[in-house]
Nanobody
């Protein structure tokens, strides 16, 4: 499985950005897909996860601001009302029974 991320970039606080992640290869194994992020000097943390079937899960800090959608093996994260603390490298993750796959990461920077 290969994951290709796009979007991100620079936004002002209160603005919006969208991240996309498209999976290719042997995608039949994928069940969950989601986003994680690593802020400068911090560990990578969960942001949102789409199970395909079932409830979408969000980090409490992004609930009501971020929306995760999924179309087959492509996910999009619409990020609204951005805050400076959303600045991080965002990573796409696809979960298969045999293991997880990660994207290369994409930078999101929110300025005041």
């Amino acid at each position: 499985v290969q994951l290709k991320e796009s979007g991100g970039g620079l936004a002002q606080a209160g603005g919006s950005l969208k991240l996309s992640c498209a999976a290719s290869g042997d995608t039949s194994c994928i069940h969950n897909m989601g986003w994680y992020r690593r802020a400068p000097g911090q560990a990578r943390v969960f942001v949102a996860k789409h199970p395909g079937l079932g409830n979408i899960l969000y980090l409490t800090a992004v609930k009501g601001r971020f929306t995760l959608t999924r179309d087959d093996n492509t996910i999009e994260l619409q990020m609204n009302a951005l805050k400076e603390e959303d600045t991080a490298v965002y990573y796409c993750r696809a979960e298969c029974d045999e293991g997880d796959y990660w994207g290369q990461g994409i930078q999101v920077t929110v300025s005041s």
